[in-house]
């Protein structure tokens, strides 16, 4: 899903999305790949995403590396991170990595994981590509984006500044919201009465951002809905009662 190399009005390459398939290893995010470039999750905008540091080896060519994987009728270039090590045989390495490499409709191969990533590319033009991308992975001028729904590899410095603003506002915004939760000890209340949840996601209830309300998706729903509630209805759920209890449990 996205699988594209990101393109301006003028041609000049941003970057490369390498996608989302629902994979459980997209699900995991990408904990190792942030480690081993220096992200800073506690950033806000643009700062969170850039890498900081390159894996050990990389300026020799000796953890991410860039790969010819033959094939017909063209061979496959471009990028290989592999767990932040060296890999002596990359090629080999693809071939067992579990079937999660997935082809765009043209020459784009792309795969990625907690631990690393790859992205080829058998045109010329997206040899080419590669070979840019390597270079600013290099010059430290690389952002790295993993939202939950896409996998993205963007070239710092054409990042435009209006989209720079919009991402600080956004993670801005998201940590009020985190601490505005936490401001109310709700979740400490839930969990000192024993409750217990998959999620319990905050958002807020207006524009003008003065209440909040909560997405539950509770354990044992037999017992339990599941849905959108206000802070009071969370609160009547630590004494067991509201519309969070069921009326009529189900049968398990």
């Known amino acids: 899903m996205g699988m594209k190399w990101l393109i301006d009005d003028n041609g000049a390459l941003l970057g490369i999305n390498l996608g989302f398939d ?44 860039r790969v ?3 094939a017909k009728p063209h061979a496959y270039e471009g990028l290989f991170l592999v767990e932040g090590r060296y890999c002596k045989d990359a090629v080999e390495y693809l071939k067992d990595w579990r079937g999660q490499w997935t082809k765009s409709d043209g020459s784009l191969l792309c ?4 631990f690393g ?3 080829f590319d058998s045109s010329a033009e997206g040899k080419s590509r590669a070979d840019e991308m390597y ?36 993670d801005l915004d998201a ?3 985190k601490q505005a939760a936490l401001d109310t000890g709700i979740e400490a209340e839930l969990l000192k009465a024993g409750r217990r949840w998959f999620a319990l996601n905050p958002a807020w209830t207006d524009s003008k951002k003065t209440s909040l309300r909560f997405f539950l998706n509770p354990c044992e729903q037999h017992l339990h809905n599941y849905g959108w509630f206000s802070l009071e209805d969370l609160q009547l759920w630590v004494q067991g009662k509201g519309p969070i209890v069921m009326a009529s449990p189900r049968v398990r």
């Open 135 to 170: 270079e600013a992975f290099k010059a430290l001028d690389i952002s790295i984006e993993n939202n939950g729904r896409h996998f993205a590899l963007r070239i710092l410095s054409r990042i435009s500044e209006k989209e720079k603003a919009e991402l600080l506002s956004r």
């Open 175 to 177: 940590k009020a919201l």
């Open 68 to 70: 010819t994987v033959p």
């Open 22 to 65: 629902y994979a459980a290893e997209h699900e995991w995010g990408i904990r190792g790949i942030a480690h081993v470039f220096g992200l800073d999750s506690e950033a806000c905008g643009i700062d969170k995403t850039r890498i900081r540091k390159l894996p050990r080896g990389m300026e020799t060519g000796e953890s991410m590396i």
């Open 117 to 119: 990533f790859g992205f």
């Open 111 to 114: 795969a990625w994981g907690r």
